[in-house]
């Protein structure tokens, strides 16, 4: 018996049968790599960066004559952990090219060559742990040098830039900036979800990497696009979806890309084959993510201050929520004073629990914030 896959993947991706839209973007950023441009993808978390990244990495003009790596710098917190994470994904890279793209690399990056291992099949593993590169500048450059000199031309996808900006090693942008100018034989992506860090990082002639890359913002998915996307793979699968469903899912998460997917993945599930997803199945559907949740988020409660607690407690309350050291917001809402909450505030931001633009506060987690609000009814 074959088993049926949910068309609306909430994780990874799987092929461009289930990848939605994009065909733009998807144009741009292509052909800005294949002609030798550095690009900064930068949007807001769970817009889809990241299966952007997959989709065009999938393109026959990328897959035929490209060296692809994707490296995730998200929870890095120094020049070790990158390189690290860089080592890694470029040793993952290259098994499909077998034994001699390995060895070509081991011979260039002789830092790491003792945690790394093949078996008899020539397959590489990765043995090494955060914390073992003992000179990681060395080591970039090493594996900078193997860019330079590899087969096939690179494109090197750095995901979650920004985080570089807060590494303690104060010249890491403009050492890493000088590597990527030698580098003929590849091409980077940059792709950050804090859009003022990685403004600032981009666009002030201060910063190393003030115009050195073409920016791309990444916008929402339009609404008649997932509509279309929602009813066929819903019709393909012997299912229907009544008129607005989706709209009503774009709109109340603001179409982001994550919770519209997770919405119509639950929607799907609780939709039998022969059956037709109506409107009253979103609150349905909500009630059973949120739950499933639950006991994730009441631990992140517990971990933090009370102080901390009660503010991500008012925010989600209001929903986006502005004026947050007014009076009359900490009032409603029972807070300590205007400086406190500011400092607390910056907690948050620092944390990445909440989020803010224009002045208006929102938490991330677009689900805890519902939760939060569910909480206080």
């Not at 303690?168 to 890493?176: D, F, S």
């Not at 950050?192 to 913002?217: C, D, L, T, W």
């Not at 699968?237 to 994550?258: H, L, P, Q």
Request: glycine share 6%; charged share 20%.
């Amino acid at each position: 018996m074959t088993i049926k896959i949910n068309p609306f993947v909430t994780y990874g991706y799987e092929s461009a049968e289930y990848f939605c839209d994009r065909k733009k973007e998807c144009e741009q950023l292509t052909r800005l790599l294949t002609n030798g441009n550095n690009v900064a993808l930068i949007s807001p978390r769970r817009m889809g960066k990241t299966g952007l990244l997959h989709h065009c990495f999938n393109q026959e003009a990328v897959s035929k004559n490209y060296n692809t790596f994707l490296v995730d710098i998200y929870a890095t917190k120094n020049m070790s952990d990158m390189v690290y994470q860089m080592g890694q994904v470029i040793v993952r890279g290259l098994r499909p090219w077998g034994q001699k793209a390995i060895d070509k690399f081991l011979n260039i990056v002789t830092s790491l060559r003792t945690g790394i291992s093949l078996d008899g099949m020539g397959n590489a593993s990765w043995n090494l742990e955060i914390g073992e590169i003992k000179r990681p500048v060395f080591t970039l450059e090493e594996i900078f040098s193997y860019l330079r000199q590899a087969e096939r031309p690179c494109i090197v996808a750095i995901d979650e830039f920004q985080a570089i900006s807060s590494y303690p090693e104060a010249n890491a942008e403009a050492m890493l900036r000088g590597l990527v100018q030698e580098c003929r034989n590849a091409v980077f992506v940059f792709s950050g979800s804090q859009r003022h860090i990685m403004n600032e990082m981009f666009s002030s002639p201060a910063r190393p990497f003030y115009q050195s890359v073409s920016v791309m913002n990444l916008p929402p998915i339009a609404l008649d696009e997932y509509v279309k996307f929602a009813r066929h793979h819903f019709e393909a699968n012997g299912k229907k979806i009544d008129d607005g469903v989706v709209e009503m899912i774009y709109d109340r998460f603001d179409a982001t890309t994550w919770y519209v997917q997770k919405m119509l993945n639950e929607l799907y599930s609780l939709t039998p084959e022969g059956s037709q997803c109506q409107l009253e199945m979103v609150d349905m559907a909500l009630e059973q993510i949120l739950g499933s949740y639950t006991q994730t988020y009441q631990d992140m409660l517990i971990q933090m201050s009370v102080k901390q607690a009660s503010l991500l407690r008012a925010i989600g309350q209001e929903g986006k929520a502005s004026q947050i050291t007014g009076s009359k917001f900490i009032k409603a809402h029972h807070l300590d004073s205007a400086s406190s909450v500011q400092k607390v505030s910056k907690v948050l931001l620092d944390k990445q629990i909440i989020t803010q633009n224009g002045g208006v506060y929102e938490i991330y987690d677009k689900f805890m914030s519902l939760w939060l609000k569910k909480q206080a009814l």
